[in-house]
């Protein structure tokens, strides 16, 4: 059987799950080839299963039995009609599914960009044969607001590779902010808790690890000193290679996951993978996953500085049983070779 892994649109982020679908396919038995925007080619280099292309007919051209598509595009609009209309099932997995009136208000200046996107994956759902929902709390949403767009839908969790080095020695001193740097996903609350740590005097040392968006909130002097002093490290303004955040996360003695509202997210894995804690809030998945106290924190909203100190204090002091844990944790959810039963099923593969 041919499956095509699709994703006509660059996002460095997602690249650790195409990695997974394809080492999850070709355990299934398939022959697989990967089509992808072109600007994946700087991080994933020349690889003969790999076609740096947005052309839908190349993909065409090479005849699949089935397409999976990764990652919102304007062109899966297409790709899902063509498939459609060529009876070629097009399985398309959905990260955010339509958002409230009240969430998207929230979204101020970012309101309008998240229409379109709504718009988007509404369409290509409509179209797809099967839609992929990574999280029950994304099945929920989607039931709430699509399902009527597409009945045929599924979950099927976030995978990845084990891309965790056993040699590799790196000293755990950050509290980390990793990923999309947006206020649905408490920019500003961590930022409020940097301020909080500077004029109290703690000692702790902050990262912020993200493609864009950052640098607009740096806007008060507290801010700006925590940077000149080093206490606030900031990597961001270009795409980061999966080894760059893989290293961001070992160096991270927790990472922040406390959103106030994702249905899923690859920071919780990502973290879980390379050992490292988390502080969640609970809203969302992540309580489905992670215990409090053994694999991170749990926080309360609105955010409490005091609050958020305290899981800081016990995840440093608990450090070792915890990564220990984040392991086992990444293992159990999230290594995708503990999904080839389930993927049988869902992308239907005798």
Same mark, same amino acid.
Request: hydrophobic share 35%.
């Given at each position: 059987?041919?499956?095509?892994?699709?994703?006509?649109?660059?996002?460095?982020?997602?690249?650790?799950?195409?990695?997974?679908?394809?080492?999850?396919?070709?355990?299934?038995?398939?022959?697989?080839?990967?089509?992808?925007?072109?600007?994946?080619?700087?991080?994933?280099?020349?690889?003969?299963?790999?076609?740096?292309?947005?052309?839908?007919?190349?993909?065409?051209?090479?005849?699949?039995?089935?397409?999976?598509?990764?990652?919102?595009?304007?062109?899966?609009?297409?790709?899902?009609?063509?498939?459609?209309?060529?009876?070629?099932? *097009?399985?398309?997995?959905?990260?955010?599914?339509?958002?409230?009136? %009240?969430? $998207?208000? =929230?979204? &101020?200046?970012?309101?309008? @960009?998240?229409?379109?996107?709504?718009?988007?994956?509404?369409?290509?759902?409509?179209?797809?044969?099967?839609?992929?929902?990574?999280?029950?709390?994304?099945?929920?949403?989607?039931?709430?607001?699509?399902?009527?767009?597409?009945?045929?839908?599924?979950?099927?969790?976030?995978?990845?590779?084990?891309?965790?080095?056993?040699?590799?020695?790196?000293?755990?001193?950050?509290?980390?902010?990793?990923?999309?740097?947006?206020?649905?996903?408490?920019?500003?609350?961590?930022?409020? *808790?940097?301020?909080?740590?500077?004029?109290?005097?703690?000692?702790? %040392?902050? $990262?912020? =690890?993200? &493609?864009?968006?950052?640098? @607009?909130?740096?806007?008060?002097?507290?801010?700006?000193?925590?940077?000149?002093?080093?206490?606030?490290?900031?990597?961001?303004?270009?795409?980061?290679?999966?080894?760059?955040?893989?290293?961001?996360?070992?160096?991270?003695?927790?990472?922040?996951?406390?959103?106030?509202?994702?249905?899923?997210?690859?920071?919780?894995?990502?973290?879980?993978?390379?050992?490292?804690?988390?502080?969640?809030?609970?809203?969302?998945?992540?309580?489905?996953?992670?215990?409090?106290?053994?694999?991170?924190?749990?926080?309360?909203?609105?955010?409490?500085?005091?609050?958020?100190?305290?899981?800081?204090?016990?995840?440093?002091?608990?450090?070792?049983?915890?990564?220990?844990?984040?392991?086992?944790?990444?293992?159990?959810?999230?290594?995708?070779?503990?999904?080839?039963?389930?993927?049988?099923?869902?992308?239907?593969?005798?």
């Amino acid at each position: 059987m041919k499956v095509a892994i699709v994703s006509l649109r660059f996002a460095p982020g997602h690249m650790a799950h195409l990695r997974a679908y394809r080492e999850l396919f070709k355990t299934l038995g398939c022959d697989i080839r990967m089509f992808l925007a072109p600007d994946y080619k700087d991080f994933m280099g020349a690889d003969s299963e790999i076609d740096y292309t947005d052309e839908i007919k190349k993909i065409d051209s090479w005849k699949p039995d089935k397409v999976f598509s990764y990652n919102i595009a304007n062109k899966n609009i297409l790709l899902a009609k063509h498939c459609k209309k060529s009876n070629i099932p *097009f399985f398309y997995v959905l990260h955010e599914p339509w958002d409230s009136v %009240k969430e $998207l208000m =929230a979204l &101020r200046g970012r309101m309008p @960009r998240r229409v379109v996107a709504n718009l988007v994956n509404y369409i290509t759902c409509k179209n797809a044969y099967k839609v992929i929902l990574a999280s029950q709390s994304g099945k929920e949403k989607y039931e709430k607001y699509m399902h009527k767009c597409n009945k045929n839908y599924v979950v099927f969790p976030l995978i990845f590779c084990d891309d965790y080095d056993e040699h590799k020695t790196i000293e755990r001193k950050f509290f980390s902010f990793i990923g999309g740097f947006t206020e649905g996903r408490g920019c500003r609350e961590f930022l409020d *808790f940097v301020r909080f740590s500077i004029q109290n005097k703690l000692d702790i %040392k902050f $990262l912020i =690890a993200s &493609r864009s968006g950052v640098y @607009r909130y740096i806007t008060d002097e507290t801010l700006k000193t925590a940077i000149s002093r080093g206490f606030l490290k900031i990597y961001a303004g270009k795409p980061m290679s999966s080894a760059e955040i893989n290293t961001h996360y070992r160096e991270s003695v927790c990472a922040w996951n406390a959103y106030k509202s994702s249905t899923q997210s690859g920071v919780l894995p990502n973290s879980l993978m390379q050992g490292t804690p988390v502080m969640v809030s609970y809203r969302g998945d992540s309580t489905d996953i992670v215990t409090d106290k053994v694999q991170g924190c749990y926080i309360t909203l609105p955010h409490q500085n005091e609050e958020i100190l305290d899981a800081y204090h016990f995840i440093k002091q608990h450090i070792d049983q915890m990564q220990e844990a984040a392991r086992l944790c990444f293992y159990k959810h999230y290594y995708y070779g503990k999904t080839v039963d389930l993927a049988k099923q869902v992308y239907e593969i005798e």
